[in-house]
């Protein structure tokens, strides 16, 4: 693992957190898979060697819940939903080098190697621990099919997370209050003895690990609280029959209760992704692709998964590779989640948008993948509505990159059979060398919507070209001028069909046929996007549809439908449940000053002196970048520039302000105040804002950056 631009020469392997076999897939479910595979296809545009590699998440209690109401066996559900996703993914363009699941042999055989390699080392020890246990249905329960209280924060917990609370990792019998999730029984606690594995005695080496690792934010932040309170030992290991069974050549030999236990899916679940990279070379071959050298010797392993499994990829995971003497991850990009229409997904009330139904619609998978790789910052909150779909997608890629793709291929088959007797401009070879740069950049920061940009940009760059020479006009007045003109504009179509390959791949392999090109786009790098084109060719089709008002009334109009009728199926809400707030009515004419004044605070009494307000340093700064802070409803983290030095400041911004439009926005900051820690971000100093809409200071003239406020 190294910390080298890409792309290194050292193989990558590219992971998405695995999908639970456990139901269908929406829209929300695949902006992790979506960016896993833009970022892959990216690196291999840099010329990386990569293996995309995933599979089904097959084991836990889940699975053998829904499994028994169902009738099945857990393996005979879990399977099928596997096959489901394996004809999903596809259709999405997610293309995987292989996708397995961690009931197959290869993780079977691997991951009990690795719980042997960890016990040997002395890094799993036993331990008596109260386990749950349903007195009435004589069984003892495995933490999902326990509900209660979580004892750090209060809130209703399951038995292994407090997902609803404090989002922390609880171990078997912290749970307070019990109960059995299948009969609703109170729960009882038993003593058993289970494995455990020491994450505790890792504790200097994830916090140098966390100094070293690249990615996103969140992923480096938010696990250094979980340090800093402590690290808990992990139980691994369940009482439960569906699972990989604990290796008995790892057990003490008088541990009678090692027969029946079975690892905790957290075990088994990341270590598919070294199975699935070991699948992908016995199929290949290992002169194509060798799984050992970058999980055993030194590669380039990047983990691409939702932010609420951040604890397990940046705590558990590296300590047991490290534990096992496995590469540990060179980065770990979390998403944020994805909303519909500025609210939660739910599946119960149909509250979502699927993927069959995505496609069943007629819509082509790669106007998808660009809304989710390209809108907002990788960890950011994504709100997904058909509105905002239909103006992105008319907008940029219709109206930019679709609309200057096709006059200028259109003109120039009429006018000359493909690209004119000529050689690109200087000034093209400039811009496509910075879209490149910007590209390279962008994949080296983890950012896929700004590898998109690059693209976008560079078709906006073709748009103004075109239509500031206008070589229509200078077909007869100066036709040498007009084949200069049109050349670039091919030039520059293929520079897009490399750039914008991994966000639109079967969109940008007809672009590449239709320029004549040889082979796929996908085997291009960015060496090509500057590479002469090909020659001839004929009209072309447009890349892009528009889509229509009226298109997207009638999808609101269906969604809107299904969540009736599925609320209609759900019991009436008790009165008690429903919201009395009182409201009272206004008069038309009331003023609005008055309203206003009357809501405003009064005025302290208490005064300070001239000296003790001289005492505050307060400066003009400059935005530099915001993103939200993770796990926090209203905080936000941004860098300001204040003139002398850069600043990280945290602010309850998140909710009132678009935070992709504050970089290069003034504001007055104050910069003595006493440096703080919010969530595990250190703030330094204070930004100033009015109101409960947090309305930002600034200056009415141009005042230069970090001047001092007197």
Known sequence: MSHDEFPTDRPAVVTCGLPYANGDLHVGHLRTYVGGDVYARALETLGQETAFVCGSDMHGTPVAVNADKEGVSPEEFALE????????????????????????????????EIVRDLAAAGHIYEKEIMVAYDPIEDQHLPDRYVEGTCPYCG????????????????????????VSSITGNPAEYHERTHKFFEVSEFEDYLTDFLDRLDGTSNAQNQPREWIESGLQDWCITRDLDWGIDYPDDAADADDDDADDLVLYVWVDAPIEYISSTKQYTDRVGSDVYDWEQPWKEDGEIVHVIGRDII?????????????????????IMASGFVTLGGKGFSTSRDRAVWADEYLDEGFHPDLLRYYLAT????????????????????????????????????????????????????????????????FESAINDYSIRKAGNAAIDLAGFGNEYIQRNEPWKL?????????QVIYDCVQL????????????????????????????????????????????????????????????????????QRVADATDDEPEADAA?????????????????????????????ERISFEDFQELDIRVGEIIDAEGVEDADKLATLQVDIG????????????????????????IIVANLEKAELFGVESNGMLLAAGEEADLLTTHGDAAVGTRIQ
């Not at 007869?476 to 001028?481: L, R, T, V």
């Open 493 to 560: 179509s293929k520079a897009l069909a490399v750039l914008f390959q991994p966000a639109a791949p079967e969109t940008c392999d007809r672009l590449w046929s239709q320029l004549g090109e040889d082979g796929t786009v996908a085997d291009a790098t960015v060496d090509d996007a500057s590479a002469a084109p090909q020659g001839e060719f004929d009209e072309p089709d447009e890349l892009f549809e528009k889509i229509e008002a009226e298109r997207v009334e009638e999808l609101n109009e269906k969604l809107d």
């Open 81 to 112: 939903w596997h096959e489901t996703y394996k004809q999903t993914f596809p259709q999405f363009d997610i293309g995987f080098d292989n996708y397995g699941h961690t009931h197959d042999e290869t993780n079977t055989e691997l991951t009990q």
């Open 644 to 667: 002398l030095e850069e600043r990280q400041l945290v602010a309850g911004i998140k909710q009132l302000h678009d935070l992709d439009s504050l970089p290069g926005t003034r504001v």
């Open 375 to 438: 809108n907002g910052g990788f960890q950011q909150d994504v709100d997904f509505s058909w509105e905002k779909f239909r103006d992105r997608v008319n907008t940029e890629l219709v109206g930019t990159l679709g609309n200057f793709v096709y006059r200028s291929l259109l003109f120039a088959a009429r006018n000359y059979g493909g690209a004119p007797d000529a050689t690109v401009s200087e000034a093209v070879d400039d811009r496509i060398s910075e879209a490149v740069a910007d």
């Open 155 to 178: 809130e209703t917990a399951r038995g292994d997370e407090c997902d609803d609370g404090c989002q922390r990792h609880l171990e078997p019998g912290e749970i307070e209050d019990p």
């Open 577 to 605: 449940d429903v919201d009395d707030t009182d409201e009272t009515m206004t008069d038309d004419t009331t003023d609005d000053t008055d309203t206003q004044a009357a809501s405003l605070e009064t005025l302290t009494e």
């Open 311 to 331: 604890q397990h990829h940046a705590i558990f995971w590296p300590a047991m590779l490290n534990g096992a003497g496995y590469v540990e991850p060179r980065a």
């Open 475 to 483: 077909t007869d007045d100066d036709p040498e001028q007009a084949e």
